[in-house]
């Protein structure tokens, strides 16, 4: 089996008196020209979210009013991770 690395490229042909222009002259005049429709529907999207959302502060307000929160099994399965991070640093030295 053969493998081409060139395929689908072919001589470069130039009309003679007409210079040649790189791709990249045509594509950085298309580039000049930028559009920021979406732009403008991201910021004014921006504008109306509020700074701060009442359901999620009056959410935390309630978890930290209650006793039982975090669970017990959350607070040994953290302890344990914070346990081994400590006898692997212990380990490491």
């Given at each position: ?25 045509t594509n950085k005049q298309a580039a000049d ?38 669970p017990q099994s959350t607070i040994k399965g ?16």
């Amino acid at each position: 089996m053969e493998v081409n690395p060139n395929a689908g490229t072919g001589p470069i042909r130039n009309t003679p008196g007409r210079p040649m222009i790189p791709p990249s002259v045509t594509n950085k005049q298309a580039a000049d020209s930028a559009s920021f429709h979406g732009a403008d529907a991201v910021n004014g999207a921006l504008q109306q979210t509020p700074a701060v959302r009442l359901e999620a502060v009056e959410r935390a307000r309630t978890l930290i009013s209650d006793n039982n929160y975090p669970p017990q099994s959350t607070i040994k399965g953290m302890s344990k991770l914070v346990a081994e991070h400590l006898a692997s640093d212990t380990a490491d030295q």
